[in-house]
């Protein structure tokens, strides 16, 4: 796999899979000797590249440090992370919180940056250390900000038609009719690069099943071919797949947020990032609910997905000063909110000392959404081990249902059970 070399010749890596999809650019300043370090990036979709470049041109400053970026698209960094990790890695990467951040930190292929914690740590909760610390209760990762996944929808389209938000799985179902009755398809979907579908799933098995199971099945704790697993299917079969958008599988998130954005849908249930795919001036007229309850024993959970991103140190760093020199500007707040100003679609700071008075209405209300969360899990291919949410994996399943829902779930179970059985012990 092979992240493109932007300055120096060590930033390329062993293997050559990723040099066809591979994007890059190259950081501001110049290199000062023993300043220099370098960064592997996933932010590869123009809205978050160009905030990233402010926010890595900010910390050059104040650190003191140039940095040079090799930006790869976001899918391809994700699913061959591993590989790149194993050869010869940037010194700095970006990723997630939670179980793929331990499960890379426990195959050694990453570094402490405890010592970065015991100085930034007061500016950040319990809750994002907790995410942040690995099985060995040291540091890997510096979070950065988090977002929650939502039912984002255009107002201006819901005044026109008279639809209400609803706030119960009765309500939800009958709104769903409601906009299919009026012409309009209810649901935008997308899954083309393999991972948007997992959200859907994630969210039907939190409402129907409750957080821990949910984190339990992610866990191996829990079977796939338990009944409850089945639930989720059914009532993804029945009442969701009839009112989403059509040919999902050839189509790309962006392409399904412009797809709102044209009022060609009326509901998208996707991060709020989806709001990237939106003119600045057209984004007051995008809204967004939490998928509401469907009358279960776990409706008071309100459990979503609220991922966290941010940075991790690789297992050998070039330079381990100034990549740590970089981690610590990119705890604080004003780091944090220069991206978030380039990027306000990305979600809320990390960071307690983060200035929110210059939030949109959109991150205002992704923060309330958050803090109104009783369970907040991270996203199906962050909480479950990599070798099982890949394409050749979880994201597969998830694509043979979608183009046959109607089919012999328990057999898509048992082949999801058995791939999980035939995984070499962490």
């Given at each position: 796999?092979?992240?493109?070399?932007?300055?120096?010749?060590?930033?390329?890596?062993?293997?050559?899979?990723?040099?066809?999809?591979?994007?890059?650019?190259?950081?501001?300043?110049?290199?000062?000797?023993?300043?220099?370090?370098?960064?592997?990036?996933?932010?590869?979709?123009?809205?978050?590249?160009?905030?990233?470049?402010?926010?890595?041109?900010?910390?050059?400053?104040?650190?003191?440090?140039?940095?040079?970026?090799?930006t790869v698209d976001h899918g391809t960094f994700q699913d061959q992370l591993n590989s790149y990790l194993q050869a010869t890695p940037d010194d700095i990467f970006t990723w997630f919180a939670g179980f793929r951040m331990r499960f890379?930190?426990?195959?050694?292929?990453?570094?402490?940056?405890?010592?970065?914690?015991?100085?930034?740590?007061?500016?950040?909760?319990?809750?994002?250390?907790?995410?942040?610390?690995?099985?060995?209760?040291?540091?890997?990762?510096?979070?950065?900000?988090?977002?929650?996944?939502?039912?984002?929808?255009?107002?201006?389209?819901?005044?026109?038609?008279?639809?209400?938000?609803?706030?119960?799985?009765?309500?939800?179902?009958?709104?769903?009719?409601?906009?299919?009755?009026?012409?309009?398809?209810?649901?935008?979907?997308?899954?083309?690069?393999?991972?948007?579908?997992?959200?859907?799933?994630?969210?039907?098995?939190?409402?129907?099943?409750?957080?821990?199971?949910?984190?339990?099945?992610?866990?191996?704790?829990?079977?796939?071919?338990?009944?409850?697993?089945?639930?989720?299917?059914?009532?993804w079969r029945d009442n969701i797949a009839p009112f989403s958008q059509p040919g999902a599988l050839g189509r790309t998130w962006q392409e399904a947020a412009q797809s709102l954005l044209n009022k060609e849908t009326a509901m998208y249930f996707l991060g709020t990032f989806a709001a990237e795919q939106f003119p600045l001036e057209e984004q007051g007229d995008l809204d967004f609910f939490a998928f509401p309850p469907l009358g279960t024993e776990f409706?008071?959970?309100?459990?979503?997905?609220?991922?966290?991103?941010?940075?991790?140190?690789?297992?050998?760093?070039?330079?381990?000063?100034?990549?740590?020199?970089?981690?610590?500007?990119?705890?604080?707040?004003?780091?944090?909110?220069?991206?978030?100003?380039?990027?306000?679609?990305?979600?809320?700071?990390?960071?307690?000392?983060?200035?929110?008075?210059?939030?949109?209405?959109?991150?205002?209300?992704?923060?309330?959404?958050?803090?109104?969360?009783?369970?907040?899990?991270?996203?199906?291919?962050?909480?479950?081990?990599?070798?099982?949410?890949?394409?050749?994996?979880?994201?597969?399943?998830?694509?043979?249902?979608?183009?046959?829902?109607?089919?012999?779930?328990?057999?898509?179970?048992?082949?999801?059970?058995?791939?999980?059985?035939?995984?070499?012990?962490?």
């Amino acid at each position: 796999m092979t992240f493109p070399e932007t300055r120096a010749p060590r930033l390329t890596v062993a293997a050559t899979a990723l040099a066809t999809a591979a994007l890059a650019f190259t950081s501001m300043g110049v290199a000062a000797d023993g300043h220099e370090t370098t960064l592997g990036s996933n932010y590869s979709d123009e809205v978050p590249r160009t905030a990233m470049a402010d926010a890595i041109a900010y910390c050059e400053g104040e650190a003191g440090i140039s940095l040079a970026v090799n930006t790869v698209d976001h899918g391809t960094f994700q699913d061959q992370l591993n590989s790149y990790l194993q050869a010869t890695p940037d010194d700095i990467f970006t990723w997630f919180a939670g179980f793929r951040m331990r499960f890379f930190a426990e195959q050694g292929l990453a570094t402490p940056v405890s010592d970065v914690w015991a100085e930034v740590g007061d500016n950040y909760s319990e809750a994002f250390k907790t995410a942040s610390t690995g099985n060995d209760g040291e540091q890997y990762f510096i979070p950065i900000y988090n977002y929650p996944w939502v039912v984002l929808y255009r107002k201006s389209l819901w005044d026109e038609n008279g639809w209400t938000v609803p706030t119960t799985g009765d309500e939800f179902l009958a709104t769903l009719q409601q906009i299919q009755d009026a012409g309009v398809i209810p649901l935008s979907f997308a899954d083309k690069d393999g991972w948007p579908a997992m959200g859907t799933f994630d969210i039907l098995n939190m409402r129907l099943n409750g957080y821990d199971f949910h984190v339990g099945l992610m866990a191996g704790d829990e079977l796939w071919t338990d009944e409850r697993v089945t639930a989720v299917f059914e009532y993804w079969r029945d009442n969701i797949a009839p009112f989403s958008q059509p040919g999902a599988l050839g189509r790309t998130w962006q392409e399904a947020a412009q797809s709102l954005l044209n009022k060609e849908t009326a509901m998208y249930f996707l991060g709020t990032f989806a709001a990237e795919q939106f003119p600045l001036e057209e984004q007051g007229d995008l809204d967004f609910f939490a998928f509401p309850p469907l009358g279960t024993e776990f409706d008071a959970e309100m459990g979503i997905d609220a991922p966290i991103d941010g940075f991790m140190l690789s297992k050998d760093p070039a330079n381990p000063e100034a990549a740590k020199a970089f981690l610590k500007c990119m705890s604080s707040g004003a780091a944090q909110i220069v991206y978030l100003t380039g990027n306000p679609a990305a979600g809320v700071a990390a960071g307690n000392d983060a200035d929110t008075s210059g939030y949109t209405e959109l991150q205002k209300k992704s923060a309330e959404i958050i803090a109104n969360s009783g369970k907040i899990a991270q996203f199906l291919d962050r909480d479950t081990r990599p070798d099982f949410s890949g394409p050749n994996a979880m994201q597969a399943f998830l694509q043979d249902f979608l183009q046959s829902p109607d089919q012999d779930l328990m057999a898509l179970q048992e082949s999801m059970q058995a791939y999980w059985d035939s995984l070499p012990p962490l």
